[in-house]
């Protein structure tokens, strides 16, 4: 399977301010997706990046709190903007349609935010 | 949308003893279904999974046995090892490349 990064591993942030989560993954993939996964919970999908076009939001997600780019079939983004202590959580990365496999989704080793 | 029921939340068993963790899905067009084992600060680790066409699979200790009628899915662990302690995630998906509905999760503890 695909070996997958991701920048920073962990963060300790001030409310109000943004942070930028990077995603980077060895081989092209056809689809990345980013999760959020509160302490001692399951994870939950904030959306689906799409190469070249605007991502897919999930309900309760919404893009001026969670700017998503992907340039490119191997590399993106996800911006937490505008922090408070709420977002603390782990943020995941995942990857499908690489070249083992369509659908199964592989997990990037996820960014511990912590917001103060 | 979809809806996942994991069951039991939690789970402890003795080393040896073998361990049956149970999902229950609600949209009859789903079609694949992979488990997750995520160790403490780790992240998910696919060990298993099966699609729709398929009523079981195994992979050594590991078994997932899918009941498409009942809309409902398990994992069986034999022979279970400390190693084995962790937290267990179903998960749920269409055809395709579609998004994946996570159950709740559960906590495996295997003692020696």
């Known amino acids: 399977s695909a070996v997958i990064s991701q920048k920073p591993s962990r963060d300790i942030c001030q409310r109000g301010t943004s942070l930028t989560i990077q995603c980077q993954v060895d081989s092209q993939v056809t689809m990345m997706f980013w999760y959020r996964q509160q302490p001692g919970q399951s994870l939950t999908l904030i959306a689906t990046?799409?190469?070249?076009?605007?991502?897919?939001?999930e309900s309760g997600f919404v893009i001026d709190k969670f700017p998503i780019s992907r340039p490119n079939l191997t590399f993106s983004t996800l911006t937490v903007s505008n922090m408070s202590p709420e977002d603390s959580s782990i943020y995941l990365c995942?990857?499908?349609?690489?070249?083992?496999?369509?659908?199964?989704?592989?997990f990037g080793p996820g960014t511990r935010l912590t917001v103060l | 949308g979809e809806n996942v029921e994991q069951h039991p939340s939690t789970l402890s068993v003795q080393e040896g003893d073998s361990a049956v963790i149970k999902c229950t899905y609600s949209d009859s067009a789903s079609n694949y279904f992979p488990w997750y084992k995520q160790e403490l600060g780790k992240r998910p680790q696919l060990i298993i999974d099966i699609r729709s066409n398929v009523g079981e699979k195994k992979d050594q200790r590991i078994a997932v046995t899918l009941n498409k009628t009942a809309k409902h899915f398990s994992l069986h662990i034999t022979e279970t090892q400390p190693e084995d302690s962790a937290v267990y995630f179903c998960a749920v998906g269409g055809s395709g490349y579609s998004t994946l509905t996570f159950g709740k999760g559960t906590m495996l503890l295997v003692s020696p």
């Open positions: 990046a799409n190469q070249g076009s605007e991502a897919t939001y």
């Open positions: 995942s990857v499908s349609g690489g070249t083992s496999n369509t659908d199964t989704q592989y």
